[in-house]
């Protein structure tokens, strides 16, 4: 599968980020997708990198970003939106519920509560979901940041997470959505400080929700047709 | 209930409306709502009318628009679907499927296929659900536009009328969405043509759709708080 | 509104239960409905009390269970499921997830994780869902039976509250479906031990889901008719 | 992928049908599914053959009844409905939804309109679902039986198709549920007098149905276990 991973790389260049990921968030996700045919684009070249050409030849985008939402432009949210209703698969991470694509195609605010460094438990809430193939009823993270309900997200098709925070939350950790004829899911576990892309549980959901949110079909513009009666009016 | 009718307005100055509808369509909706507390506001005066401060005074809104979606400031349109994630409720008839709010709260391209003048015949699909309150299993409009699937939305929390017409297609006719605390409720019929909104059964949807999509609570900003715990960290 | 609580009654018998709940969990409920028309029955009169006859003149039923289930006739469960699904509502309290009505009406195994005593902390993941007026966004309970994921449920129509457990779980706590014409609530907390139904925020979600429990229609006997055609044949 | 066929074969044996499908209804099903490990039980030997060895050595399941469903024993019914709760997958066909394992899966009456011979037009409604892949917006059946809503099923996971009557009517012809571990698609089209299962896009249906249908993962003994907490309490 043709992966494009957008990381915004802007605390990677920073040492505490770096200590963790020194490939940089975008680095670890593709070691994650060993196999597949990654590209992978930060902030300093998703201008020219997200381009309708390139989306078209995607099938499944990988969207990290935390405090340089603002920074993306109008065109390349509403680009990757458009390939999304269009057939091409999408997985946003952790923070990236405030990015400008997820917000586009959520329709809501995307708000939530949160706080830094908690201790997270991940529960299966759709044990026969694909993304969930392969995982244990419960696995853990020892630091992960807190995000908590109202998660403020239309209903999901599928609830395949619910997370326990030792702090006192419950958020839906990982949701799937549909929106024209591409495939979303959400994941939360993800902060830039913490290992948790190393993690094997963690992995396997990532590689099993790329393969879930493979392209079915691609379909052409997105307009709305005068058409012929199929049936002889009477 | 206070509710604001916006119709856009601009079909009804012509002659071919005013012979269906001599006070326009937001009249004939009005008619439909008596017994509330009404406003109407077109798009003469919609950038005056549709504010904040009117919006978190309003219970349901109503939106009609069909040749003049683009007119509409973006400014209101955000203003609307802010407030329907704050609790505010609306109903969304026809052609409004590619209005500027509607399309900010859904996320998808709300695309359909459309044919001038069929017959259509309406099913209930949820019997039991408050918009379908009182009404015959299926009922029919003999002029109405057909608008056929594939229809972009994302998945509908409730489809509770399924739409047939004699020219061979089919329709999500009217479908309930939750977007933060707000209720909506698309209704297809309504044809500017045609005297939909004097139906009968018609007006006995819209009146039990006002009714279910009556604000349960309203938000305030929304934003991301940071919180504390609420257990003491081991 | 008619409601018919039924408790199965047995624990109340218990001297560690009458210190609870002196009146019976059936009584504590009856209170926590008062303004309504409340009929109380349990194991020992339910052959004689539910009929179809009654329940079609109950607009809401509750039902509480645990050590007993078996012991309710296979006729009660059947005359219980069949009139939800005509139209009348039903809220399923604490441990009736194994009653043989909701098993019937659900379809599933409705198996879960369980514990003695623990602390719950209840979160609202439908904030503008009826049964979750007035509420605030989270609410705790000092003592109540851990229920856990995987619970196994057919996906809720709407997943009112999830519950956090001090021991480490999670759990959809609040789940609505419907069945035909009827509207079902279950929701989780209530062990005979605590004085879960005295608490302010848990009469009110009881209250909530009765009002939104009550029929919209009912309907005639569930047949396959073979009904002719609408539209002439070609 | 091994697929086990069940077919009551009691119209098959009177010459309107055999001159359809002179193997049998399982025997077009088998021939749809050439290349899979295809087993064929029909009621003569179901008893013998349903067993829950059988089925935890079975990925999907075809399930085709009429006129026999009260001759399937309530035990054949409940090790169906078991094994797909344990993460079988399965799919109903046509009259099917009468049958004893789809009502019992569904926990609701499945009731619905019938009318002989009319010609069916099935739309696709979920484009990117799996079940959809490779098929044009809408194909058409000259002659099928006419299946109309309301249907009385639960909320589906999924709406694939709805079907258009020329007779007038609509269905939810193409529907999938989650029960347990186990997925489930029921397909409408179907009817023994016709030669629907030869039709080119109706095997495609079946073939995508039965792809997607395979157990993501097959669970045990379906109990409420008393587990230890897994945080200290304090």
């Given at each position: 599968m043709k992966i494009l991973i957008y990381n915004e790389g802007v605390h990677d260049k920073e040492d505490w980020v770096k200590k963790v990921y020194p490939k940089?968030?975008?680095?670890a996700l593709a070691e994650a997708l060993s196999g597949h045919d990654v590209t992978v684009t930060t902030l300093?070249?998703?201008?020219?990198?997200?381009?309708?050409?390139?989306?078209?030849?995607?099938?499944?985008?990988?969207?990290?970003?935390?405090?340089?939402?603002?920074?993306?432009?109008?065109?390349?949210?509403?680009?990757?939106?458009?390939?999304?209703?269009?057939?091409?698969?999408?997985?946003?991470?952790?923070?990236?519920?405030?990015?400008?694509?997820?917000?586009?195609?959520?329709?809501?605010?995307c708000t939530l509560k949160w706080r830094d460094d908690d201790r997270e438990r991940?529960?299966?809430?759709?044990?026969?979901?694909?993304?969930?193939?392969?995982?244990?009823?419960?696995?853990?993270?020892?630091?992960?940041?807190?995000?908590?309900?109202?998660?403020?997200?239309?209903?999901?098709?599928?609830?395949?997470?619910?997370?326990w925070f030792a702090g006192g939350e419950v958020f839906r950790s990982g949701v799937t959505f549909t929106r024209g004829a591409g495939h979303i899911f959400y994941f939360q576990p993800g902060h830039e400080s913490f290992p948790t892309y190393y993690d094997v549980n963690i992995v396997r959901v990532i590689r099993n929700a790329v393969a879930w949110a493979a392209p079915i079909r691609r379909t052409g513009p997105l307009v709305c047709p005068?058409?012929?009666?199929?049936?002889?009016r009477k």
């Amino acid at each position: 599968m043709k992966i494009l991973i957008y990381n915004e790389g802007v605390h990677d260049k920073e040492d505490w980020v770096k200590k963790v990921y020194p490939k940089g968030i975008h680095g670890a996700l593709a070691e994650a997708l060993s196999g597949h045919d990654v590209t992978v684009t930060t902030l300093d070249d998703a201008e020219e990198v997200v381009t309708e050409e390139r989306l078209e030849n995607t099938d499944v985008m990988l969207w990290w970003g935390h405090c340089a939402h603002d920074k993306v432009s109008d065109r390349v949210a509403r680009c990757v939106a458009d390939a999304v209703r269009r057939g091409m698969g999408i997985i946003f991470l952790h923070s990236a519920h405030l990015s400008k694509p997820f917000r586009l195609l959520m329709g809501t605010s995307c708000t939530l509560k949160w706080r830094d460094d908690d201790r997270e438990r991940l529960w299966v809430a759709a044990p026969s979901h694909p993304i969930a193939a392969g995982l244990p009823e419960h696995f853990e993270l020892a630091h992960e940041e807190m995000y908590g309900e109202f998660f403020d997200i239309p209903h999901p098709d599928e609830t395949v997470f619910i997370g326990w925070f030792a702090g006192g939350e419950v958020f839906r950790s990982g949701v799937t959505f549909t929106r024209g004829a591409g495939h979303i899911f959400y994941f939360q576990p993800g902060h830039e400080s913490f290992p948790t892309y190393y993690d094997v549980n963690i992995v396997r959901v990532i590689r099993n929700a790329v393969a879930w949110a493979a392209p079915i079909r691609r379909t052409g513009p997105l307009v709305c047709p005068n058409t012929a009666a199929l049936e002889e009016r009477k």
